[in-house]
Structure formats: C-alpha cells, structure tokens
C-alpha cells in the first residue's frame, strides 16, 4: 500500500510530536522525583551558585542551620561557615573555577543560627556549561557533630589514658594467636626500652627480655594462658633494651573464639619503684623488729598504727592486733587525764605542730607491766607524706634506766671524794699539762696563798 507524500509528513509529524510528550513526561517525572528525594532526604541538599549563593535548598538543610529556606537563600555558604574554616572552602572553589576538580568531599564547621559550632560533612559537585563554565553545585550536606563530639570524647579519653599510663608507667600489649603478630603501647616500649617509632616484637619474642630467674615463670604463664586459657598476673624481674634492671608486673588475658584462644592481651607495668620502696621498708622492719628500743606510730588521733615487739613488752601485750586502733589511755586502761598518760599524749600533741626535721627529746618515766619503774629516753616527731602533709607521729623510746644509775652512783661518790678532798690535811692541787692548777683543796690554798 502506497501513502502519500503529504502522509507521510503527517506521519513524521505525529511521532515527533509523541516523542516529545514523552520527553515531557519523563522530565516531569524525574522533577518529581527528583523534587520528592529533594524533600524528604535526610541529609541536607543545596544547590549553590558560582558566588556562593543558596540557589535551592531542602528542610533538613534548614533543620541543621536552624535558618529558614528564605533566611537560606538571602546568604551565602561563605556567611554560615566558622571563620577559621573558610580558607579550606576558598583553596576547593578556586580549583572548581579553575576547571582543575568537580567534586568537593571535606569536613569543616557551621556556625548554627543560635550561635552555637556545628559540624557537617559536604559533598558537592560541580554542573558545568557547554563552554565549561560552573553554572551551580549541587551539595550534600550531613550533621556530624555527633560524631565530632564522640571523637573528641574518645581522642581525650585516650590522652587521659595515655597521660595515666606514663604517669602510673602502664602501657598496655596485645598478640594476635593466629598470626603471631603484637602490638605494644608507648608506654610498654618505653619499659622495654625500644625507640617508639620500633615495631613491636614478633610473636612472644618479648620474653627474651626476661633474665634466667624469670624465664620459667613467664612463659609457663603465657603457655597456659595459650593453651589452657588461664588468665595470669604475675611480678618478675626484667632486662631492657638498654641492659637496665627492672621489676615488672604483667597481666594477660586469653581471649576465646568457638573454645581456642584467638588473642592474648594485657598490661606490662613498670613496678621497680614500689620494689625498692618495699626492699627499704623491709629494711627498716628488720632493724625496728630486732632493736630493743621501744617504737611506736600513732595517726593524728594518738592511736597505734603500728609498733614493734619492745613495744608490746613495755605494753604487756602479746599480739599487735590488742594495740592497733588504741590510745595509750585504752591500752594501759587508765584515764587520759591522769599522768604521766597525759603528759605523753600532750607531747604527742605538740609534736604534730611540728616541723619536718624537728623533734621532742625527753626522759619519761615508765611503769611496766611487773610494776617495775624504767627511766627512758623518747624522741618524738612528726611523719609527713610525699606531698608534704601530716599523716602521723613517731616515738622511739631507749631504756635509760642503768644509765641513770650510773650516773646517780657517780654522783654520789663525787661527793664523797670531794668531801674527802677537802678535809684531808694536806695541801692537794690537780694541774694541766702546761703547769696551770686548775683545782685545789683547801689546805693548798692556805699553803700557797691561793685563796
């Protein structure tokens, strides 16, 4: 069948014409779509100009900016961010311009309606003419701030964390089982020794900082934490890097998956100062304990918080436990108000006004248990804490008594013999190495014309 010229046309006409309903409808249909995803997305959407200016934006832009689409569309990006931030928009928009990029990802701040910093993330890309020219962007715009604040929180915690473990010398480590690789904090490399830029050492090779003495302990700790999954917290001597002698104390944790270990994990402390301070007091514990002058320690209450055996014989006692939380009133069941119990817990008193250094020393009389009398020789002063507070006082008490009669029959035969010096009836005198007299009885004075 033949049509016609003039048909044929109509024919061209037609479809053209269903074509470009088509096109229509497609281009209706993708505005609509386009306007509804526009709308109800929950990140912020904008469509911005070459200058910077709002050209479009949705309502959750409004909701994070807390300006209105019309309060929006009278400013400009640049107008909303934080000053410090906008040098870092400037160096993107000057290399969209400059055709060099068409497509912005970066993080920066806001500055909310209320005045308050919010930050977002943006995603912006840049809708070029046929010449190449930026006719607008489109951005996406996302509330972060939420996150921001959690990474602040975890970045102080961390340095917090950090700041603790340098301080209390605290690092931590962990080992992967299945590839046998670790991981050590700064401060565990600093115990051992090793630069902190160093990779940690393979596997279990942390061990062979161990010396002889401690190897058998550590890894029949690691062995059955590995194998049998038993937690372990033991303290050992250590070696590190630089050959320095150290104690430290080491915790590590199995971790299971479907009943095998998979990780290992812990602490590594450096305890070498709590060492030596337990070595010293151990020290002066023996040389307390085994001494026979009576020492006691007492809190800011005049109560016993610790004492050493001499202590307990002058006491009567037989077990620290029946002195500890005592004043001397309620150990030697009398009244603090009657002597020579008050003049001690007075002294006690007024050594707590004490400086450091300074002390009370007095002879104080003691009546023992057996009713025997004893003559002493007390110090007391007070005990300050590192940073210099007070916490307690001291008395270290030597039993003076044999000295005391000693002395007291010194005394007496002094006087005898002086006696008897001046009424022998000669002349005596005593002279220094040099000739010079320096003492006479009274018949040599008569004699040589001393007096």
């Not at 526009?38 to 709002?54: K, L, M, N, P, R």
């Not at 005049?302 to 500890?324: P, W």
């Amino acid at each position: 069948m033949e049509i016609s010229e003039t048909e044929y046309q109509e024919l061209l006409k037609r479809n053209r014409a269903l074509e470009e309903e088509n096109i229509r409808l497609r281009q209706s249909q993708y505005k609509r779509r386009f306007r509804a995803l526009f709308e109800q997305s929950t990140a912020g959407i904008a469509i911005v100009a070459s200058d910077g200016s709002f050209l479009q934006v949705n309502k959750r832009l409004c909701d994070i900016t807390g300006y209105s689409e019309e309060e929006l569309l009278k400013r400009t990006f640049a107008e909303i961010t934080h000053p410090d931030d906008l040098h870092l928009e400037k160096r993107y928009i000057e290399k969209v311009l400059n055709n060099e990029i068409d497509e912005i990802n970066i993080e920066k701040r806001y500055i909310h309606k209320s005045q308050k910093i919010i930050w977002v993330k943006i995603y912006s890309s840049t809708v070029r003419d046929k010449s190449g020219n930026v006719e607008y962007a489109i951005a996406t715009i996302i509330d972060i701030t939420q996150q921001k604040e959690v990474e602040e929180d975890l970045k102080k915690n961390q340095q917090l964390l950090n700041e603790t473990g340098r301080i209390a010398k605290i690092g931590g480590w962990e080992l992967d089982v299945n590839t046998m690789t670790s991981f050590y904090s700064q401060e565990t490399k600093k115990i051992y020794g090793l630069p902190l830029d160093a990779p940690s050492p393979k596997g279990i090779e942390g061990i062979k900082f161990y010396p002889k003495e401690s190897q058998e302990s550590i890894q029949s700790a690691v062995k059955n934490a590995l194998e049998k999954g038993e937690p372990y917290d033991i303290e050992v001597p250590f070696v590190d890097a630089n050959c320095i002698r150290k104690w430290i104390r080491t915790i590590g944790i199995p971790e299971k998956r479907d009943g095998k270990v998979v990780r290992l994990y812990g602490t590594f402390q450096d305890i070498t100062e709590r060492k030596e301070s337990e070595k010293q007091k151990d020290y002066l514990s023996a040389i307390i304990e085994n001494t026979e002058n009576i020492c006691v320690i007492k809190d800011l209450d005049l109560k016993v918080i610790a004492a050493n055996d001499s202590f307990l014989k002058a006491a009567g006692k037989t077990s620290i436990n029946e002195l500890i939380g005592k004043t001397d009133a309620e150990i030697f069941n009398v009244s603090p108000h009657e002597e020579p119990i008050k003049g001690y817990m007075t002294d006690e008193k007024n050594a707590q006004k004490l400086k450091k250094g300074e002390k009370i020393l007095q002879e104080e009389i003691v009546v023992y248990p057996d009713q025997s009398i004893r003559t002493v020789l007390t110090t007391k002063f007070p005990i300050y804490d590192k940073k210099n507070k007070l916490i307690a006082t001291a008395n270290i008490s030597t039993d003076i008594t044999e000295r005391k009669k000693v002395e007291e029959i010194i005394r007496n035969n002094e006087t005898k013999y002086r006696a008897l010096f001046d009424l022998v009836p000669i002349g005596i005198t005593l002279s220094d190495k040099n000739g010079v007299i320096v003492e006479s009885n009274e018949m040599a004075e008569k004699l040589l014309g001393l007096s």
